[in-house]
Structures are given as C-alpha cells and as structure tokens.
C-alpha cells in the first residue's frame, strides 16, 4: 500500500518530463510581418501632363474616378509654342505652366523631330511665360497670362482661395510671387519675392519650395539649396537637375533617379523615378517618365503613375505598381482629391 504514493510521484515527474521534452521541440512562433496594402491609384484624382515633342507639346488631364483612369482630355488650346512644366496647386483646383513665346523656325526639326537646342528647348529659359488655367471646369479652358518667367511652384497655402504662386525669372535671377484668387479667377499684380544671391547667367533649374523661404538651383552643373529673403539654408547636393519640391518642403527630388531631405540628405530617400517628377500634395503619389534619351530632353517618353510611402525609413516609389498614362508624355504632375473629387468637371471635352 505504501508504493502507491511513490508510483503517483514517479508519474507526475516522468509527466513533467514529457511535456518539457514536447515543448523544447516545438518550434518558436515567428511573428507574422504586417503587410502594407498599397493602392494601385488614388481613388479619387488628377494626373496633367505634357504630350509630344517639342513646340508641339500640349497640357493634358487625366480624372480618376472611383479608381478608375478616365481617358485623357486637352487642358488648354496651345500658343504658337508648346506647354510645359505644369504644376497643380494642392487643392486640384489650377494648373500653372510655363507657355513657349519664341518657338524656333520649322528649320529647327526634321520630319517634326527636334534636331537642336532651339528656343522650344526648355533650357532657353528667355523663351518663356507663366500662365495659369482652372481645371475644376469643363475642358479646355483658356489660360490667363501671369508674366515672364518660368519653373513655376505653388505655394503651401494654395489649397485656400488665396493661394501663392512662385516663379522664377531668368533674365533677372529673381524669384516673383503672384496671388491668385479663385473667386471670378482673378490673378493679381506678380511681385519680387527675392533675389538669389550669387546668380549668373549660366544658372538655372531654378524652382522655390512651397514654405517660399528656399529655392533649388543649378550652379555650374551641381544642384544647390538656397535660403531666401534672411534664410541661411546653403546646402551643395549633387550633379542634377529638374529640381521638384514636395509638398512639404523637406523633400525634394533631382533629377535623374535621386531623392533628397533637406535635413538627412540623400539618406532617407530611395530611387525616385527617372525623369521628369511630380507628386501629390499628401506625398502618396508621384508621376515620372521611366526613360530617358540625353539627345531628346524636349521630348515625350512613356510616363507612369506610382504609389510612393515610406519603405524601412525611406521614401520610395512602389514601381511594381505602375500606372501607365502616356507613351509621349512629360512635365507631369498628380493630386488626389481627401475624400470626393471636388473638381465638379463633367465628362466631356
């Protein structure tokens, strides 16, 4: 009767034993890794671009609606010269453009192709002015002329009614700033802003940030950050071009593949896209050509819509998930509308 407490002990400890056994060879859990759901197009927005090659380019849209692209439409019938560097002020209610108003002689192109540096090429910063156009409207709608200039940006105010407008005037190597007023679309008087220090004439790729208290500039082939009006920002970046700022002034993409923080460099930034930029005013979205020919800068290439966030800290364009808009296209730009697309615009041309 005694050896039954000592059998009773001896199952629990060859019990106990058992399970420690089991549970040494089970295998650990591995933690499940949070998947990112990325959108393959905003649900509700706008894409803008420029179509063909040289004087011929022209500004056109493309509605997202319900996530679906809407076939493209004509912005604005063309001037004698092509249209170029369009930008959409952040409440998708204007486009600014710079307009060609010296467009070369038929001399300048073979079969229509561009054959040179004529003044239909965007580096011959003297052949151009700023203009603006409503494209919460029906399509096209006539542009309003803002003044000489070009590489227009908008300001971080533009999505109130009274929003900002910067441009930048080669001749002068100054930057100039005009209201511009959605009620009855008025456009107010351009005045200076400020003077970029240090300016010469071989300088350019000259666009302002949205906070308008720095400019990204192109000096003797590198690209620079430089403060306005008392900022003391002076940051050399690197060989560039094509400067494009974010919405929220820190981020700034170079031409050709590089992003870059204005605080961290290049370090928090991963492969932009190729060429020609733009991005959405809540930095979810960016359009970019996704080739590159160096003797057809003035021309259209195939240009693709991406989902752009954040991957391990750095900011980066999802290129698996391209969106085609145009086999011509260039100068483009994207906005997404919070939450229903306000623009109003009907459906016809």
């Known amino acids: 009767m005694r050896r039954k407490p000592f059998i009773a002990v001896i199952a629990?400890?060859?019990?106990?034993?058992?399970?420690?056994?089991?549970?040494?060879?089970?295998?650990?859990?591995?933690?499940?890794?949070?998947?990112?759901?990325?959108?393959?197009?905003?649900?509700n927005g706008v894409v803008t671009y420029s179509e063909g090659d040289t004087d011929h380019r022209t500004l056109q849209l493309r509605r997202i609606r319900k996530g679906i692209l809407q076939e493209a439409r004509l912005v604005t019938p063309k001037g004698s010269g092509g249209d170029i560097?369009?930008?959409?002020?952040?409440?998708?209610?204007?486009?600014?453009?710079?307009?060609?108003?010296?467009?070369?002689?038929?001399?300048?192109?073979?079969?229509?192709?561009?054959?040179?540096?004529e003044n239909e090429d965007y580096h011959k910063f003297h052949a151009w002015d700023i203009h603006v156009v409503r494209i919460d409207g029906e399509l096209p709608a006539?542009?309003?002329?803002?003044?000489?200039?070009?590489?227009?940006?908008?300001?971080?105010?533009?999505?109130?009614t009274e929003k900002t407008l910067y441009f930048s005037n080669y001749e002068e190597g100054a930057v100039y700033a005009v209201q511009i007023h959605d009620e009855e679309s008025k456009v107010g008087k351009p005045y200076l802003h400020a003077r970029v220090e240090a300016w010469t004439g071989e300088d350019h790729h000259m666009q302002v940030a949205p906070d308008g208290r720095k400019v990204a500039i192109r000096i003797n082939g590198e690209m620079h950050i430089k403060g306005l009006n008392g900022n003391a920002e002076d940051q050399l970046l690197r060989k560039g071009c094509h400067p494009s700022w974010m919405a929220d002034s820190k981020w700034l993409f170079l031409a050709?593949?590089?992003?870059?923080?204005?605080?961290n460099?290049?370090?928090?930034?991963?492969?932009?896209?190729?060429?020609?930029?733009?991005?959405?005013?809540?930095?979810?979205?960016?359009?970019?050509?996704?080739?590159?020919?160096?003797?057809?800068?003035?021309?259209?290439?195939?240009?693709?819509?991406?989902?752009?966030?954040?991957?391990?800290?750095?900011l980066t364009m999802h290129m698996n998930y391209a969106q085609k808009i145009s086999g011509k296209g260039s100068w483009p730009d994207v906005h997404e509308f919070a939450e229903v697309d306000v623009s109003h615009a009907p459906d016809r041309g």
Not at 12 to 37: G, N
């Open 12 to 43: 629990c400890v060859l019990l106990a034993i058992v399970i420690a056994l089991f549970m040494l060879q089970e295998k650990p859990k591995v933690a499940k890794k949070k998947q990112i759901l990325i959108e393959p197009l905003p649900s």
């Open 85 to 117: 560097m369009g930008v959409i002020s952040f409440d998708g209610r204007w486009l600014a453009f710079a307009r060609n108003v010296a467009p070369a002689g038929p001399g300048a192109t073979i079969n229509g192709q561009w054959k040179g540096f």
């Open 142 to 160: 006539q542009s309003i002329r803002v003044a000489h200039g070009y590489w227009p940006s908008w300001g971080e105010d533009s999505s109130a």
């Open 256 to 263: 050709s593949s590089k992003f870059w923080h204005v605080e």
């Open 265 to 314: 460099g290049r370090r928090s930034g991963s492969q932009g896209g190729k060429y020609h930029f733009g991005s959405s005013s809540n930095m979810k979205w960016a359009v970019s050509i996704t080739g590159f020919e160096g003797n057809r800068q003035n021309c259209g290439f195939n240009l693709c819509l991406y989902p752009m966030g954040p991957v391990k800290g750095k």
